[in-house]
């Protein structure tokens, strides 16, 4: 049951508006202030007779803060005209320069984008009044090479047909004023209305836009064309399709070089990204986040459910996400780059009457799969066999009396009593899947000089395991507006308010019994889940075995909620002092006030000897960012075009968080901490760190054939020593476009662009004061409150620093019908934060120190195709693949093996597992074995180290490549998208497993799978040791042994997700007032294949070898309908 979450009484509440509104007060107030701006329109005046249209652009350019991109070959092939604006509205010079002369143009905030229009004629008839019929002939042609265009469709009155191998068409019975749709892959389609029956020839233009499109790098924004640097990118279409809950998800799968893989199946859950492999040993692998030019904070605070701290954002407002993957294109962001940044894009308004978009989704979520485990019948025979090879003195009858002693069964039961016992499939009940809702609406729209666009969402979701939802309420404004001719204001604000619960367990892997997804396979399976009465099968003194508890009653009474209510915003004042020098400057905040509490009800066996236990905690994350900067571009002979960017940035963070714990409830009725007996804790915490940096790029382009980016970044941060808080961090890049070149130059290669970057990012993912020596108190001396040194400082203590090469080649073929990238990539990670253990007589173990080097490389490959379009059928498909290599190159000293994480060794990836080597099964006595350091059979391993025999070599959590493969089916109206998601060479610790594969060595119940292949008898192969109580045979290791036998090949081919929509006909909805209408079908995560034995070879894994999926929920499998208009 998904619980009432009012998102106004949330709004509303005292405890929202002082701590969140009075911090945001200016932001709200700036943005109200402009709303009676909206109709604002600023006049062009500019008075020139016999004057070129490209002259009255440029002047254009200076009395408005507008940026324009056209062709300059095409705009100097007009004519020149005669002028007199007075005060003109921007619309109406437009229109008279640029639509009148055979061009179009669209605006997208303050960017003027001009290129080739549709032909349009006005329809003719006869004196009489009806239109006239006949037969028209023509050919299809590229405009510049004259070439016939095979294939091109014709479309008239909703009928469709090709041109032939010539170019050539005819179209029978055709009306004087019926308009002809004319298209071609790659090239701009045009739409003519007949006038006359006269042959018609046409010629069409390359369509470029796929180069010209904008995409955000940064401060600044670049055309696609003139990147130098290594940067993947999504659109809103990509995003919101996916149907995920944030926005990282969405990236899953769909971007060569970025890694997204789940942390826990549970709604709202935090994901994991990587850019690039991991780059370092002890601080943060997570990427910078950037929304709309602020900073925002990623940082996971939760104590109680695993929170996706990017969830307050919702994917539909997404416009573009843009991962900027080399240092050549993060460097602009200097010591925060160092493992990518993430430049999310959200939707703005656009010129033109409102618009209304309305959204709704609803489904099902349930398990992605579960496990086969061991029936009744099955797990007291295995307890029985343990029980027999430990004891072969003892009877059979003895060891049955005591089985079913253990077990609290009728000692007196028979073969057939025992046969006749009920399986209960707890695991089943603990997953036991929910409903998903979702709510969307937006409204848009704008004038010449303001846009604006507000939307807001609900969702609520109930997860496939009992006890966990997620709702969400999110409102988006954004408002654009131009003051004046040089000044204009940008201002964007999303607030959101989360509510999530979860069992326990769901922050990721645990090992409490009165979690489902950890005990809930390991309950005994006799057991009954209810009484007759419906009621839970529980009691105080647990059932048998060694899981005693009743999860799911536990779940029902417990409580382990979470609060996140945040709001940021920011607003940009855009001043043009020149008509080529513009001043930019932002301020922005990020603020979320967070609540969690972790409640343990005094009738559950987990509160019940303590009265009942209330743990709540507070925590209150502040960011704040101002930056500014000033864009110049001189004037430059014809061809040459100079953009520099200097700014600098301030950015600040902190964190007032606490957790109070009570005990001794009168009763249940009675659940705040004002009704505890007893406080039996309370404790406060603060943190923050403040950071500054200046920065300078330049970037040149010549002709769009020859490129290049220069970037210079120094930055300073609180979190590094006394000696060591700036650092120094260059890039520079080239591009070079040959299929610009008098010899290479054609219609089949439409770019061929090279690319080539070098840069230095830096990595401060540590603690805010690692660098220093600190003391803490709770301590007594005498009677007296004292202090005591924990920590030894180092005020040399500086960034981790990485370098990066990049070789990359972006092409497009065939009209831009085939297109992609590819990059080779070497990433050096050097100075990387080690503890290096120190002599005790000065009273510390171990100082934080600059030491480690790691090695990241790979090549990524992305390729996209229009596989076919004919006879209104579209085909598009896309692939991408990354390819990476780690390597640890260098700790310290002489230490090849770093102390205390065994994952990590020179010479290896990280994330490396050196284990006791598993042999198998000694096939004439059932017993484990195991290879010495020597690679001989031993039944005791003994300590693992790195030059130990290892017949398979030390495998990895990293994948050998990973990447997703997208299709995309369009047919008039009916559309079907594919998407495949794959992971292939990671091998995975399962300790679940471990836990699972014990068929009798314990009291808990385990997967049938190692029941069915246990040893038996004198000759059997197989790697699964005889049953044994406890696990150990004499003087024999633990057959359980966390060892290489529990290693799993990760491997995985995932069929993400299946979308099945139509869109109804404009012809029918324009009727009912709908501009668009479309229904959908979806299923995520429908199949997956694995040879994985667990849950979900997804999981992510955090830490050292033995860090397992224990508890952990997998992945769910979703299925969902719905429907979006546009009014």
Known sequence: MIPKFNLRQILLSSQWKNKMYKRLIAVALISLSLSPLYASIIGFTFKKKNVTIEAV??????????????????????????????????????????????????????????????????????????????????????????????????????????????????????????????????????????????????????????????????????????????????????????????VDGAMQGRMSGVNVQSRVGVPGAAIKVEVRGPGSISAGTEPLYIVDGLIVNNNNVSNTVSTNPLANINPEDILTIEVLKDAAAASVYGAQAGNGVVLITTKKGKEGRATIDVGYRGGNVMPINLLPLMNSQQYLNARYEALKNKNPNQTDEQIWKTVLTQSRLDVNMNANDIAALETYDWQKAAYTGGGTNKFDLAVSGGTSTSNYRLSGSWEDTEGSIIGSDFSRGTVNMNYNNQLSKKVSVQTNVNLSAINQHGPLGATGTTTQFSSPSYANPMILPFLPIYNEDGSYNFSLAGFPGTFTRNTLHSTALNESRENNNSLFGNIQINYRILDNLTYKGMAGIDYRDI???????????????????????????????????????????????????????????????????????????????????????????????????????????????????????????????????????????????????????????????????????????????????????????????????????????????????????????????????????????????????????????????????????????????????????????????????NEVTKLYDDVTLLPGDNSVMVGQSLRTFLLPQYAGVNSATGRAVWYDKEGNYSYNPGTMELDSYAPHGLPNELPDFYGGFNNLFEYKGISVGIFFQYDYGRVLYDNFARNLSRKGDSQINGMAWYYDNRWLSEGQITSVPRPIDGAAETNNARGDLASTRYLQDGSYIRLKNINLGYQLPKTIISKVGLKQARVFMQGNNLYTWTKFAGYDPEFYVVGSNTSSNVGVVPTAKSYYFGVQLSF
């Open 57 to 246: 652009l440029k002047e254009l350019e200076k009395q408005t803060s507008y940026n324009l991109f056209y062709k300059f070959e095409e705009v100097r092939m007009l004519k020149k005209v005669d002028v007199n604006f007075v005060n003109a509205p921007l619309k109406e010079v437009l229109d008279q320069l640029i639509s009148s002369n055979g061009l179009t143009y669209s605006i997208t905030d303050n960017t003027i984008i001009i290129k080739t229009t549709v032909l349009n004629s006005p329809p003719v008839k006869n004196s009489t009044g009806v239109l006239q019929t006949g037969i028209i002939r023509g050919k299809i042609s590229d405009r510049t090479t004259q070439a016939p265009l095979s294939g091109a469709t014709l479309k008239v009155n909703n009928k469709s047909q090709q041109s032939n191998n010539n170019g050539e068409f005819v179209l029978n019975n055709v009306k004087l004023g019926d308009r002809v749709e004319i298209s071609f892959t790659g090239y701009i389609a045009k739409t003519i209305t007949l006038s006359d029956f006269n042959d018609l020839d046409v010629a069409l233009e390359l369509d470029y836009s796929s180069l010209d499109e904008v995409v955000v790098t940064g401060y600044t924004v670049q055309k696609k064309r003139e990147l130098t640097g290594a940067i993947s990118s999504l659109k809103a279409s990509d995003v919101a399709g996916s149907l995920a809950v944030s």
């Open 595 to 885: 609540s969690a509490r972790q409640y343990y009800d005094p009738r559950s066996i987990d509160g019940n000897a303590r009265g009942g236990i209330l743990i709540e905690y507070t925590d209150e994350p502040i960011t704040f960012t101002t930056t500014h900067t000033l864009q110049y571009a001189p004037k430059l002979a014809d061809g040459h075009s100079l953009n520099n960017l200097l700014g600098t940035e301030y950015r600040s963070f902190s964190n007032q968080g606490g957790n109070v714990r009570g005990e001794g409830f009168p009763n249940h009725l009675f659940t705040e901490l004002a009704s505890a007996a007893v406080i039996v804790s309370a404790t406060s915490q603060w943190t923050g760190v403040k950071r500054m940096g200046s920065f300078f790029q330049s970037n040149y382009n010549y002709a769009d054939k020859y490129f290049a980016s220069g970037i210079i970044r120094y930055d300073g941060s609180s979190r590094f020593g006394t000696n060591s808080k700036f650092g120094f961090f260059p890039a520079i890049s080239l591009g070079w476009d040959m299929a610009q070149e008098d010899f290479i130059k054609n219609q089949a290669v439409n770019q061929l662009k090279l690319r080539l970057g070098y840069g230095q990012t830096g990595n401060d993912q540590i603690g805010n004061f690692a660098s220093r020596s600190l003391y803490g108190g709770g301590i007594t001396y005498n009677g007296s409150a004292g202090i005591q040194s924990n920590t030894l400082g180092n005020s040399e203590l500086r960034w981790e620093k990485n370098v990066t090469t990049n070789l990359g080649l972006d092409y497009a073929f065939f009209n831009s019908r085939i297109y992609g990238s590819i990059e080779a990539y070497h990433r050096l990670s050097k100075d990387l934060l080690l503890d290096k253990p120190v002599v005790w007589a000065g009273g510390y173990s171990q100082i934080t120190q600059n030491l480690g080097e790691v090695i990241n490389q790979g090549l990524e490959f992305e390729v996209g195709a229009v596989v076919w379009n004919r006879n209104n059928f579209k085909w598009t498909s896309n692939f991408n693949i990354s390819f990476q290599r």
